[in-house]
């Protein structure tokens, strides 16, 4: 059974570093060098358990765990496949969020229950309470629904949210807003997909399926011989 990251193209995919929009995921950005190894070394320490909430300032009041934790319950019931992260914290001066989450989606370890495959489709929302920036990172399987560009434009519609109502209630009204979209962005990504397909198998078909014009001459020549055949009997 395929993966809907090895049938769906990959989305726009940007460079943690800096922020350069790539054509297809690489192992080192063309423009600035970033790699994972280099990530790794900018934060050389254990990294915590990847759970549903992340609180290691205890910032978090108890009500506001309770309603983080039922809407991603939400999302989660309605697309199994999925597993959320809600991380806060305050990140010091130059460090930066999206590079941050990066290295904490890639290096956390699983909790029980969450194995490899879960990670691909793992969704990641870090608030950096210190430069007030909210970021998300997705593993690989869900780089083809929630591409960087779907989840920025996706933040900027929830903006006023987390503008007057703070970076909790900011938070769940985009985990909400994505249960709602999800339907909608995969019915298009399948779309997609199966034109990109009907498109690879005519093409195909066509390589496939001799030249009419080079099939009908040699057709002619074995009619023929089997008429002089019959002829000579």
């Not at 060098?33 to 910032?59: H, Q, V, W, Y």
């Not at 992260?85 to 010091?92: A, G, K, Q, W």
């Not at 709602?180 to 198998?201: G, T």
């Amino acid at each position: 059974m395929f993966e809907p990251e090895d049938i769906f193209n990959p989305g726009r995919f940007h460079c943690p570093g800096c922020h350069a929009t790539l054509n297809k995921p690489s192992n080192r950005c063309p423009h600035c060098g970033f790699t994972a190894e280099k990530c790794i070394a900018r934060f050389p320490f254990e990294p915590p358990p990847l759970r549903r909430l992340m609180d290691p300032d205890n910032s978090l009041q108890t009500y506001q765990k309770k309603r983080l934790s039922k809407s991603i319950a939400r999302l989660e019931k309605a697309f199994p496949q999925i597993t959320v992260s809600f991380c806060s914290l305050y990140l010091p001066d130059g460090v930066d969020g999206r590079q941050f989450g990066y290295w904490l989606l890639n290096r956390c370890k699983p909790t029980s229950g969450l194995d490899a495959k879960n990670r691909l489709h793992h969704l990641l929302i870090l608030v950096d309470r210190n430069h007030k920036t909210v970021s998300t990172s997705v593993g690989y399987g869900l780089d083809c629904f929630l591409d960087d560009m779907t989840l920025y434009q996706t933040l900027q519609q929830c903006r006023e949210h987390f503008i007057h109502k703070g970076f909790v209630e900011g938070s769940i009204h985009w985990i909400d807003h994505i249960r709602k979209e999800l339907p909608s962005i995969h019915e298009k990504a399948q779309a997609d997909w199966k034109r990109r397909y009907k498109k690879r198998h005519l093409h195909a078909k066509r390589l496939d399926t001799p030249d009419l014009e080079k099939v009908q001459p040699l057709d002619r020549i074995s009619t023929s011989r089997r008429r002089s055949f019959a002829s000579n009997s």
